[in-house]
């Protein structure tokens, strides 16, 4: 008897922490059904999408590193937030037709739904990184009413990130620009939203940690750290003992994987404060 099952894939996937989220989510939920991890080489990508493609039991799969953009000349059809991002992180099958989607984008934004519902005369967010998560991130801001200022180790690849917004409302500059005293009064909080966020691989287990001078981060801006290993990252620690608000990787990582969960299962994911607690349990441990 086949078993329905989704997978996330990529080239190294040992790491993956997807397993164990969406594993539980079936498991609450009396679903029957596998997530499982399957490593694929670029080489190996077209091939793979083919050989799932006639598989009446793949409901889908998460795509991470280094095959975002790779796979989207391999599809059917791209999602038009996806497209506009240039990255899918997941691809669904509907009757024989591969589609890809962007689920980064509206999971970064999950944690922070309180704060966007309310009003503000302001909001500007500090993203500091260019890769996939930072183009995700521009976009699901943008849309939010967000000024972007973008920082990268290469300011020509910040400068790609905002190219399709209102050259008003967004600015470039390298990422070093953060690591420098900046002697500015920020004055009171006000009413506006501010960000900060790391979407750079730095402060990960085994990198040097973001060299960001808080000098930078203006009073009562919320602290969003992209990095979930370790959980509570050199950046965050200073933000809290700076008395930041902070929200941390899972948080990021779980958003996506609710939106990604309902696309390959046809259902809600769990969402109480019970399940969010063993998940983390679960995902830390």
């Avoid at 080489?41 to 795509?63: I, K, Q, T």
């Avoid at 990960?204 to 808080?214: A, H, K, R, W």
């Avoid at 969003?224 to 370790?230: E, F, G, H, L, N």
Wanted: hydrophobic share 45%; aromatic share 6%; with cysteine.
């Amino acid at each position: 008897m086949t078993r329905a099952y989704a997978e996330v894939i990529g080239d190294p996937i040992a790491h993956s922490k997807s397993p164990v989220m969406h594993g539980l989510w079936l498991e609450q939920l009396g679903i029957d059904a596998d997530y499982r991890r399957t490593h694929v080489r670029p080489e190996d990508l077209a091939s793979f999408l083919e050989s799932r493609r006639g598989d009446a039991d793949w409901r889908g799969c998460n795509v991470t590193i280094p095959h975002k953009q790779a796979v989207m000349p391999l599809l059917d059809r791209i999602d038009p937030l996806a497209q506009a991002i240039g990255a899918v992180n997941t691809i669904v099958p509907r009757d024989g037709v591969l589609i890809g989607h962007n689920t980064d984008a509206p999971g970064f934004l999950e944690p922070l739904r309180p704060r966007l519902a309310e009003r503000h005369l302001l909001r500007t967010a500090r993203i500091l990184g260019t890769g996939g998560a930072a183009r995700a991130i521009a976009h699901a801001l943008w849309d939010e009413g967000f000024t972007l200022i973008v920082a990268g180790r290469d300011s020509a690849k910040a400068q790609e990130i905002v190219a399709p917004f209102d050259p008003g409302f967004v600015h470039v500059c390298t990422l070093d620009t953060f690591a420098r005293p900046l002697d500015f009064d920020w004055g009171e909080a006000g009413d506006r939203l501010d960000l900060v966020v790391n979407a750079t691989s730095l402060g990960m287990t085994g990198q040097p940690p973001l060299d960001i001078d808080f000098s930078n981060v203006p009073p009562g801006a919320i602290v969003y750290d992209a990095v979930y290993a370790p959980l509570v990252t050199p950046l965050l620690a200073e933000a809290r003992e700076r008395g930041h608000p902070i929200l941390d990787g899972l948080s990021m990582l779980i958003g996506q994987g609710r939106i990604a969960f309902e696309h390959f299962f046809g259902v809600a994911a769990p969402s109480d404060a019970d399940s969010d607690a063993e998940l983390r349990a679960r995902m830390t441990a």
